[in-house]
């Protein structure tokens, strides 16, 4: 798949986790998928991970002291994650109004329509997580991708102009920017 779009150096990256019981089902994880592409997120960088438990308390290390942490550390450790760059016009705050409300129950009230209204199952299993800021896309980003150069792909995207084509690659669920 191909299409044009106008690029911008004003787009903002963020993090996004597909959390291992909606990477377990099919439907849920092709259905979040298609969701981010009909949002006209890019998606700059993709891989499936399984994290170790040490690995997802140093991840969620901010909760140490919440209620949920240990409930949140088991989930993430418990199955294979798909975790995607985004990136687009504000991109923090629209995969946070796409993934919808994290408490399920008030999601599937007020926003049925978001990922967590349609595949959430608690307020831990709700199905996807996204960075709260720049700050933590940054340190998030780069705990998944170290090798991510945003900087780089600031000054590729800089480059690119609205005439040129864009190819989206379904199978590895990645774009390609021309070089």
């Given amino acids: 798949m191909s299409f044009k779009r106008a ?34 997120f890019y998606v700059l960088n993709t891989k499936e991970v399984m994290l170790a438990k040490a690995d997802a308390e ?11 942490y240990n409930r949140l550390v088991t989930l993430m450790s418990s199955g294979p994650l798909h975790v995607h760059i985004l990136a687009k016009d504000n991109a923090i705050q629209s995969w946070r109004e796409l993934m919808g409300p994290t408490k399920v129950y008030m999601a599937q009230f007020t926003q049925p329509a ?40 600031r000054e590729r995207v800089a480059k690119v102009v609205s005439n040129e084509t864009i190819m989206f690659d379904e199978d590895r669920f990645v774009h390609r920017f021309p070089t």
């Fill in 7 to 40: 690029m911008t150096k004003c787009f903002q990256l963020t993090l996004a986790i597909i959390k291992p019981h909606a990477v377990k089902m099919p439907s849920a994880l092709h259905s979040i998928r298609r969701k981010i592409i009909s949002n006209n």
């Fill in 114 to 153: 978001t990922i967590r209204g349609e595949h959430g199952l608690s307020d831990t299993r709700n199905a996807v997580h996204g960075s709260d800021s720049e700050t933590s896309a940054a340190r998030e980003i780069d705990f998944f991708f170290p090798g991510f150069n945003v900087d780089g792909w």
């Fill in 58 to 68: 140093r991840f969620y290390g901010e909760h140490k002291q919440k209620f949920f």
